[in-house]
């Protein structure tokens, strides 16, 4: 008896282990560690270049729960410290990252301003964050996200094309390929809102973006036409995807705008845009 129970209780161990696998590899190494990091601005070597970055812990930081992670990416001529301040921090994230959405914010600081991303250097500079924050924090794998505005925007898409296993999802306001999409075919969750308007990246160079993740993403066609100029008005188009890859597209009456209100104009904390693009990433869970 004893002879046969032996290899019964074996195989029930490594059943077990097999059904906890994908569990324990959605969290980090850092679950259940005293955490070093804090909140505030760090700094890496990437590249053999000094870089920053801003931390945002939520006040409730629970070592033993894994937290969404999200990268807020400036705009040209801006910096980290935009992101991670004003009345809508994180494009205006933050403000709604609360109860089960308990979330770690990055504000990464581009070189010269800006994200020419040369040779892959600013992609190497989010995997060391990534690594950095996972060594010590408890941060969920599944549920990594990048969003930006104009060249912001531009970053989170080349995040998309050359680490479509590491983001979750990724928004762009406003974007265009100015950051590169080296990269294979792997689909990302992708959202796009775009200016009608936009007077510094023409509305085509958005629908370029999109209509790259829509190959990507295996979406059935679909007509969506831009609202009209001067139209005050904003239409979402929502595709039809493979199962958990959805694409979603805003054309609104605007101009070069990161958070419109339905005039068009900036609406900062009060922007439609905020809350679409919460609801869009909290759909993934």
């Not at 581009?110 to 994200?115: H, I, M, T, V």
């Amino acid at each position: 008896m004893a002879s046969a129970s032996r290899p019964l209780s074996w195989v029930f161990t490594l059943l077990s282990l097999l059904l906890l696998t994908p569990l324990i590899a959605a969290d980090t190494a850092g679950c259940g560690k005293a955490p070093t990091i804090t909140s505030g601005t760090r700094t890496l070597t990437v590249n053999n270049k000094s870089r920053r970055f801003i931390v945002r812990l939520p006040n409730n930081y629970d070592r033993t729960k894994p937290h969404r992670l999200i990268f807020g990416v400036h705009w040209r001529d801006a910096d980290f410290q935009a992101v991670d301040g004003g009345s809508a921090p994180y494009y205006g994230l933050r403000n709604l990252a609360t109860g089960n959405y308990s979330t770690i914010f990055v504000s990464p600081d581009g070189l010269n301003k800006g994200w020419a991303n040369s040779g892959g250097e600013d992609i190497l500079f989010f995997d060391a964050i990534i690594k950095q924050l996972s060594d010590d924090l408890c941060i969920n794998e599944k549920l990594i996200f990048s969003l930006g505005f104009s060249y912001g925007g531009a970053m989170s898409y080349s995040l998309a094309c050359s680490r479509p296993k590491v983001f979750r999802a990724v928004a762009v306001l406003s974007g265009a390929q100015l950051s590169g999409c080296s990269g294979g075919t792997d689909p990302v969750a992708f959202y796009l809102q775009h200016g009608v308007r936009d007077s510094v990246l023409n509305v085509q160079m958005g629908k370029q973006l999109r209509d790259n993740m829509l190959r990507r993403n295996g979406c059935a066609s679909k007509n969506a036409p831009d609202v009209a100029r001067n139209s005050r008005s904003k239409a979402k188009t929502e595709y039809s995807c493979t199962a958990g890859y959805p694409v979603t597209y805003i054309s609104f009456d605007g101009d070069h705008t990161a958070l419109p209100n339905d005039s068009g104009g900036d609406g900062g904390a009060n922007s439609w845009s905020i809350r679409e693009v919460d609801t869009f990433f909290k759909q993934f869970s």
